[in-house]
């Protein structure tokens, strides 16, 4: 479980057409590095010790003065050192990785370093005004697995230029590079973007939800084919990003929809004669249902028959099983 200290646009000079830092995180100011502790004992309280990461995410980490970042660093390695956590992460700019930023990360005990990649098409990279290109995602990744940090590498679907048959090429590069763990997030136009003002002008169009859905399925499934940790699907929800949100593929529980998209796609190869009899323990039960039973319903509008029933391993049919 994640301890997230929301350390939002410090240090980033850049302004990718995407990024409203407030109406995503609702921070608009760095914390001071004292509260890293008050927020680690918040989550710690009860907690199971050891089982916790303390996660800096909002920015771009490395992007920061390098004394603020020991500053940051100090207080967490405290928690690392007392066995409290069991691990530090950090996400940054695949631009804003070298020698000297991983020697400082190493030296603080950072485990898992996220690249917020987004694309590995240098076109897509450059209609979001990214900064940099696909070289500088490599180039990191090489470094960061050489050293030894567990590896995340992030993307976005449906940024301008984007297109399916490029969001694919990003995984599998993704893959390619050694990628340990992966976010994958839908593109939402936020208010006071340059993806509004985009929008507005009729000169982008976003992906609906079922675009998103669709292609986060095929995504997702590729990831876990290739033993790559999906951590996240979608950002988390929140007043303020449902707010400032202006168009795009928002949904509160987009996650959900995708695995449950994901299991779908595996049923429909496993329907035999009109019947899809599943047999799985109960915490699986709404994967398979769906969001509002949308799979069980929509099995049942193609006329096929839809059971599910608890039992041990998830088996369907009695021959084929399911993953999640
Ligand atoms: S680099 Fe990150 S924080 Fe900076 S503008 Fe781009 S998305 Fe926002």
């Not at 691990?87 to 485990?111: F, H, K, M, N």
């Amino acid at each position: 479980m994640n301890i997230p200290v929301f350390v939002p646009h410090v240090g980033c000079p850049n302004d990718c057409a995407f990024c409203n830092q407030r109406s995503i995180t609702g921070v608009t100011e760095a914390p001071d590095p004292g509260e890293v502790e008050r927020i680690a004992n918040e989550y710690l309280s009860g907690g199971k010790a050891g089982s916790h990461t303390i996660a800096f995410f909002g920015g771009s980490f490395t992007g920061i003065e390098p004394g603020l970042q020991r500053s940051y660093l100090a207080h967490a390695k405290k928690y690392l050192d007392a066995g409290r956590i069991s691990g530090i992460r950090l996400s940054t700019r695949p631009d804003y990785i070298g020698p000297a930023e991983l020697d400082l990360l190493a030296e603080y005990g950072v485990t898992n370093i996220e690249l917020g990649a987004q694309s590995m098409d240098d076109g897509v990279l450059a209609a979001a005004g990214r900064g940099h290109n696909s070289e500088a995602v490599r180039r990191a990744s090489h470094m960061i697995k050489e050293r030894g940090f567990v590896l995340g590498l992030q993307m976005m679907t449906g940024l301008p230029e984007d297109t399916p048959e490029k969001a694919l090429a990003t995984a599998e590069e993704f893959i390619a590079l050694g990628a340990d763990e992966t976010r994958i997030y839908p593109t939402l136009v936020m208010e006071n973007t340059r993806l509004a003002a985009m929008y507005r002008a009729g000169s982008y169009r976003p992906q609906s939800v079922e675009e998103a859905v669709e292609l986060g399925a095929v995504l997702y499934g590729r990831f876990r084919a290739a033993g790559v940790k999906v951590l996240r699907i979608g950002l988390s929800d929140s007043e303020d990003l449902k707010g400032g949100c202006v168009a795009g593929p928002y949904h509160p529980a987009m996650g959900e929809l995708i695995i449950g998209r994901y299991v779908r796609n595996q049923l429909e190869s496993m329907a035999e004669n009109g019947r899809l009899d599943i047999r799985a323990p109960k915490k699986y039960f709404s994967k398979i249902v769906g969001i509002k039973r949308c799979n069980a319903e929509y099995f049942l509008k193609k006329g096929v028959a839809f059971s599910l029933t608890e039992g041990n391993d998830p088996l369907v049919n009695g021959k084929y099983s399911l993953d999640f």
